[in-house]
């Protein structure tokens, strides 16, 4: 792990972190709406 300055680097992980649940729950609401649609479609 890389330590910057206490504070600086603290924000920067909270950010971080903030940024990959993000991406993950984009990723999540993707999968669950093709599987919707995949249902609907029949396919």
């Known amino acids: ?4 300055k206490g504070e600086s ?3 920067f992980f909270d950010e ?3 940024v ?3 991406l993950q ?3 999540t ?3 669950t ?5 995949d249902e ?3 396919d």
Do not use: D, E, I, P
């Open 25 to 27: 729950s984009m990723a």
């Open 9 to 11: 680097s603290n924000k």
């Open 29 to 31: 609401t993707a999968n």
């Open 1 to 4: 792990m890389v330590h910057l």
């Open 20 to 22: 990959r649940g993000l």
């Open 40 to 42: 609907k479609t029949g």
């Open 33 to 37: 709406t093709s599987q919707t649609w």
């Open 16 to 18: 971080l972190m903030a």
